[in-house]
């Protein structure tokens, strides 16, 4: 009662619920100390793909990996993009989604627009609050010491995620969170946010243009959406002319799916073993389903694509379901490309329906580009949630996703990214792509 009591008025997800465990989900310690780590990692391949980006464009490195990135993109984005003021920015939030998988953990997507800070903000708050009265209260009630934590260490603590949000402000005297219209499911835990870091930090929508020289502005919309996003041209000009510091940079290279099939493709090996070294290439390489883009170029004859021995993606259309446990999804720059919009399981689908997932992929590749990755089903965990119209504690077999939240703070070579929070979606078993949604369990993580 006592989490569900402190929601705020306006809730957090706007016209969305989810169901209230009552307890952290725990971690143990060696999977906590990995995701911990895993934010130097995820900030090294931030930078070596704006590094393999521009070494591209320059014609340094092969020009396709710019031409893959550049697809579906308007020139003047592009422009900005390539731009040699925002030539060292790289997003100050980092968060992957984690799947819990029988080979460990998986690495499906990274996300540098993240929703969920000021929700995971608040469950942080929230079960650290409650778990500090309970332990006050048996504290009180028992004196031979025989107490048991009633909530556990929480990783990032009860204020690691404001802490480490707004760390990535520097000394900015003002900094004003933009959220579209498209974004405005998120707004409720924005503002929420805002009030837990003080007048320092407001929230506006994108038809705000008073931006004072010094500002720090957090863009908290998608690239693809800026025909609908006013504000978007003022924000950016204020940024490139350096009068405000803007993150994220308006760069949608780092709005793309695409970048872990970079990661694999073989001609690109020397590059990331140089870039990340031997041990965070490994490290991602164990970590990331294989993953390829859906480009219909025709093959040489005696050419195939790796790992699938196909010569043609239009042979793929014919797989039988137990041979598509792989998952296509709308690589970026699209309405499509975010939450479970736009991504397809194979082994779920029927021929039919696989067959013109695939023909689409295949005939929108120039304007919208898909990936096609591995699955690596979730493993089951077990999960309670409090069950208000009944009153009592429910157990759940579910399947879980970990969103661990990095915070970059600092300039250039000095910067380093925090975990601030973990927030974990369990979904019931019969589900097959792990989201949130009203029969989902949404909690902070502890160790």
């Not at 003021?85 to 984690?98: A, C, Q, T, W, Y």
């Not at 919309?221 to 800026?226: A, I, K, N, Q, R």
């Amino acid at each position: 009662m006592a989490i569900r009591d402190a929601l705020p008025p306006g809730g957090l997800f706007a016209g969305h619920e989810w169901r209230i465990s009552p307890a952290p989900f725990p971690l143990g310690a060696d999977l906590a100390k990995e995701i911990e780590s895993l934010g130097r990692v995820l900030l090294q391949f931030y930078r070596a793909v704006n590094l393999l980006y521009r070494k591209s464009a320059e014609g340094k490195m092969p020009a396709w990996v710019a031409q893959w990135l550049d697809l579906g993109k308007p020139a003047e984005l592009i422009e900005l993009q390539r731009s040699a003021v925002f030539k060292n920015e790289l997003p100050r939030v980092i968060r992957p989604d984690l799947l819990i998988t029988e080979h460990g953990l998986s690495v499906t997507e990274l996300d540098s627009v993240p929703g969920g800070i000021g929700l995971t903000a608040w469950l942080n708050q929230t079960y650290a609050n409650v778990g500090q009265a309970s332990r006050l209260s048996q504290t009180s009630g028992k004196e031979n010491g025989d107490r048991r934590d009633a909530c556990p260490t929480l990783i990032g603590g009860a204020d690691g995620m404001l802490r480490g949000f707004a760390s990535i402000f520097g000394d900015a005297p003002a900094v004003r969170i933009v959220v579209s219209e498209e974004s405005a499911t998120y707004e409720p835990e924005t503002r929420w946010l805002c009030e837990q870091l003080g007048p320092r930090f407001t929230i506006h929508d994108s038809q705000f243009t008073s931006f004072a020289d010094g500002d720090a502005v957090y863009r908290f919309f998608e690239l693809f959406d800026l025909a609908n996003v006013p504000n978007s041209k003022k924000i950016f000009e204020l940024a490139a002319a350096k009068r405000i510091r803007l993150t994220p940079p308006p760069k949608p290279v780092f709005e793309e799916k695409m970048l872990f099939a970079l990661l694999w493709n073989r001609n690109l090996h020397d590059f990331w073993r140089q870039e990340l070294g031997e041990g965070f290439l490994n490290r991602l390489k164990k970590l990331v389903p294989y993953t390829w883009i859906v480009d219909p170029a025709p093959l040489p004859p005696q050419a195939v694509i790796p790992e699938l021995n196909l010569t043609d993606w239009h042979q793929l259309k014919s797989f039988s379901q137990k041979e598509r446990e792989l998952v296509l999804k709308v690589s970026g720059f699209s309405a499509h490309a975010w939450g479970a919009r736009g991504v397809f399981l194979g082994s779920d689908l029927s021929h039919a329906d696989w067959a013109t997932a695939m023909a689409d992929a295949i005939k929108h590749f120039q304007e919208s580009p898909r990936v096609l990755q591995r699955f690596h089903k979730p493993g089951l965990v077990a999960a309670t949630w409090f069950d208000f119209n009944r009153n009592e504690v429910m157990p759940m077999k579910g399947r879980v996703r970990l969103c661990p939240y990095y915070f970059v703070a600092g300039d250039g070579d000095a910067a380093r990214p925090q975990l601030g929070g973990v927030l974990a979606t369990v979904c019931p078993a019969d589900k097959k792509i792990i989201h949130g949604m009203s029969e989902a369990i949404m909690s902070p993580c502890s160790v």
